[in-house]
Each structure stands twice: as C-alpha cells, then as structure tokens.
DNA sequence: AAAAGGTTTAACCATTTGGTTAAATATGAT
DNA sequence: ATCATATTTAACCAAATGGTTAAACCTTTT
C-alpha cells in the first residue's frame, strides 16, 4: 500500500523535531532541510520564511494540546471521577508529546505574542473558570475539604507537568537515575498523583 | 561611602541578566556588553569566549541554588517539621529567583554537559537519598501513610517549582490573571503547598 | 512532442555574530 | 617625568545564517 507524503508534510515533521528540540532561537533552517532531506530553498519555496513555518508547527501543536482535556473538563462527572480523567488523559498527553512542555514554556516566556495567538486561534477558553466552580460547589456540598481552589488545579497540574518539564532537573540533577528507571516513574505517576489528591482532599 | 563595583562585575551581571532572559542560543555578546556599558572587545578580555563567561555566570547560579537546600536536608528535625522547612527555603528561593528554573531545566536539556559540570564542581550531592530514607522510616513508624517516597519528593517539588517554571503557561494561558494577582498567588503557594501535602500524607 | 505550470536545486547575497588586532588611554611603579 | 603594565576602544575579519535568484527538472495538458 503507497503510504503518500507530500514534500509539505516532510518539512513540517522535521520542523517540529528541530523547533522543539531546539527552540526558535537554536533552531537552523538548513537543519530542518537536512532533516526533510531537501533543498534550504524548498522551505522557503513551501513556507515563506523562518516565522511562518514556525507559526505552522505551533498551530499543529496546539490543535492537539488543547481538545483532549476540554472534553474531559466539561463533561458531568462526580468530581472525584472527574480530577482522576483530567488527571489520566493529561498524563496520555505528556507521555506521548515528553518534550512538549518546555518547548511551550520557553517560548512562551520569550515570544509570547505568536504562542498566545497560536492558542487563541485554536480556540482555548480559560477552562479553568467551570472547575474552580465545581470544586468550590464540592467544598459547599461537603465532598471535600475547605481547599482553595485555584491552588489544588495549580498543584495538579504542577504534578502532571514538571516531571515533563523539569525531566533534565529531576533526571540529572535531584535523582540521577537511568532513562528507563525515569520513564518507570512517569508511568506510575498517574496513580500517584491521584492518590495524592485524593488523600489531600478527602474528608 | 564608595560601592565599588570591578568591570568584571559589571560584566557577570549583565550576562546572568541577559542570559537568563535569552539563554544561551539567544543571547547575544553585545547584548551583554551593551547592559553592561562597555565595549564589545572588552568581554573577550576579561572572558576569553561566550562559552567561559557562560560558564562563570552558571557557577555563581549554582553556587547560591544548592546550600540552601542542603543544610535543611541534613538538619535533625521531625518528618513534618522538615518538609515544612524544605518547602519554606525552596519556596523562598524560588520567589527571589523567579526566572531560574526555566532557565535552568532549558540548558541542561540542551547543552547537558556543561550544566551539570556546573554541578558537580560546585558538589551537588544527590540530597535525595537522605530524604527517602526518612520518608521510609517516617511509613514504618506509622508516623504517615504508605507512599512512594519519590513520588512524594517528585510531587512537592513539582508544587513548588512549576508555578514558577510554567509561570507563562498559567499566567498567559490557563488562568489569564494579571501579573500583581499572579505574584499573590505565588506568595500564598508556601502555606498551600504544605497543607496539600500535611493532609495527604498524615494518617 | 511541445508548451505550461508547478517543483527542486545550486549558487549567491546581505546581515548578524563571535571573535581578533592594533592602537589609545589609564594606572602604577621607579 | 618616564617607563611598564593593565584596561579600554574602534576597526576589522571569518563563519554562520536567513533568505533570494535563475536555471534545471518533472508532470500534466494540449
């Protein structure tokens, strides 16, 4: 079976490779071309310059980022079941994108403008809004403990996200263990973390 | 009264500034030499290569980081006195160094070697080791729950640093709160943190 | 088969950037 | 004052890098 693929969609992988690697500022467009197996002039031949092929990584990006937990989010669930689907499809996420969350936070911190934009074009509304409000309802109806709840999705998230993030600080610095030892770890997290919270909130 | 302040000095500080702000692969030498109000040349004076005064601002980075943290490790105190401490100090920290972790977990995902060298010259030891053994200890004497001690480690450190490492991620995209909120928010994660962490933990 | 249009390439170009050099200017010792 | 040494600067340089151009090469249409 002929599995096509479009000169188009060989840059766009090996952009996304060489960005996130790398970053916008260490990322070379000959590399990318390398990476494609293709001229430099092609890039510019399919994408203007360095900027909108970037603005067409992030935008792929993004587009995955962001549906996966809105679902879960908005979908009517006890909110116990609810923290662990957040919980379990934002893990889903990280382990298949692991290097995905630097790359956000850093060039989030240095080019704001472009990523904002790539995520409002995508359409993320500040989901945050409907959980605080459930927690809060939670609180009310006595499910769980009094708890601010800005701080406990802070800290969820937190728990989910930094041994992404922060995978060179725990890996090499804190803990210095092994590249298979560490992916144990990120599988067991899932149930760690939600043990976590549960015990934390639970009355 | 004279405050002295050598071309070195003056030179050191504007390339922690620059580099932290940029890192590696965006800063620039005569951005440097620029917040520093000198010559372009004069950087390579005093500081053979970008590399050499990379690695001098890197030292004195590392340098204040560890101690800190270290001396609370080795202090005798009980299980939750401790944690309580550890958080304090690393959340204190954190708040007078708020560009660090970024900074910090970006280079050495990048540009490993150099990093961690830094480390090591300035004799990080893995304090981990000590704090699981404790944690160990604190589950057999039925003093908390049962736990993975490095999920529990993995866990708080997460809560502390990634407010501040993915600061962008929730400022600009998650919560959309502005700055002042945001640095009120950091301000209250001691106290949040250790009440997360107390309940989830005590029996 | 020849014209036409899109696709790909090699060779260039201008700018940026890390780094050097040689001369100028302070600074301190004799 | 004068000599020597350390500090600072302006002018350069070579390599890297994003981007352009004009020609070559397909593929499809007529």
Redesign the pocket.
């Given at each position: 079976m002929e599995v096509e693929i479009t000169?188009e969609e060989k840059i766009l992988i090996a952009a996304r490779k060489v960005f996130i690697e790398k970053g916008w500022d260490g990322?070379?467009?000959?590399e990318i071309a390398d990476n494609a197996g293709?001229?430099?002039?092609?890039l510019?031949?399919y994408f203007?310059?360095?900027?909108q092929l970037f603005k067409r990584v992030l935008a792929g990006i993004v587009g995955k980022l962001i549906p996966n937990l809105n679902t879960i989010i908005q979908s009517e669930q006890p909110i116990f079941e609810k923290i662990q689907a957040f919980i379990d499809a934002y893990l889903d996420f990280l382990l298949a994108n692991q290097e995905l969350p630097l790359f956000v936070a850093n060039e989030l911190s240095r080019n704001a403008n472009l990523i904002v934009g790539a995520f409002e074009e995508n359409g993320l509304k500040p989901m945050v809004g409907q959980m605080v409000m459930e927690i809060f309802q939670a609180i009310e109806n006595k499910q769980i403990r009094p708890i601010n709840p800005a701080h406990l999705l802070m800290s969820i998230v937190s728990m989910c996200v930094f041994p992404f993030m922060g995978r060179s600080i725990f890996q090499k610095v804190l803990m210095q263990v092994p590249e298979e030892m560490y992916q144990e770890l990120l599988k067991q997290r899932k149930k760690e973390i939600y043990e976590m919270v549960y015990h934390s909130i639970v009355l």
């Open positions: 000169t990322a070379r467009m000959q293709i001229n430099k002039a092609l510019h031949y203007r310059n360095k900027e």
